[in-house]
């Protein structure tokens, strides 16, 4: 069976001098000081941009996030609000549709009534 290499420690890659870079040097030829490459102070600045504009970057899709969740509860909210005007239509038209067919069962009452009291012809007697 095969070992595995988890938990093994792996040694850092080897860091080599730059050759050919630019040295400061004494007098005699000896390294001096530590070793100044053109542009050094761009890495850091350049690093600094980049995290500015990651933050930027994070900024905006907060922003995107934040604008579609609020847009997201406005539609929410309109549909819930169309809901419950229709919910209001419907109750108002059944309770008109309720009222009509009362008032249509009071006036078959008042007319069976009327008819019902109105006196029964008398016929003419013949003689």
């Not at 070992?3 to 400061?24: D, F, L, R, T």
């Not at 109750?91 to 249509?104: A, P």
């Amino acid at each position: 069976m095969p070992s595995s290499n988890v938990g093994a420690s792996v040694a850092p890659p080897e860091v080599k001098p730059m050759v050919g870079g630019p040295v400061a040097a004494t007098a005699s030829g000896n390294s001096a000081g530590p070793i100044v490459t053109p542009g050094a102070g761009k890495s850091h600045q350049s690093r600094s941009v980049a995290m500015d504009s990651f933050q930027l970057f994070k900024k905006q899709a907060k922003e995107k996030a934040d604008k579609q969740r609020v847009l997201k509860e406005q539609q929410e909210l309109r549909k819930r609000q169309n809901e419950h005007a229709e919910r209001e239509r419907l109750r108002v038209e059944q309770e008109k549709r309720q009222q009509k067919e009362e008032e249509e069962a009071l006036e078959k009452a008042r007319r069976s009534m009327m008819a019902d009291a109105k006196p029964a012809p008398v016929a003419a007697v013949v003689k």
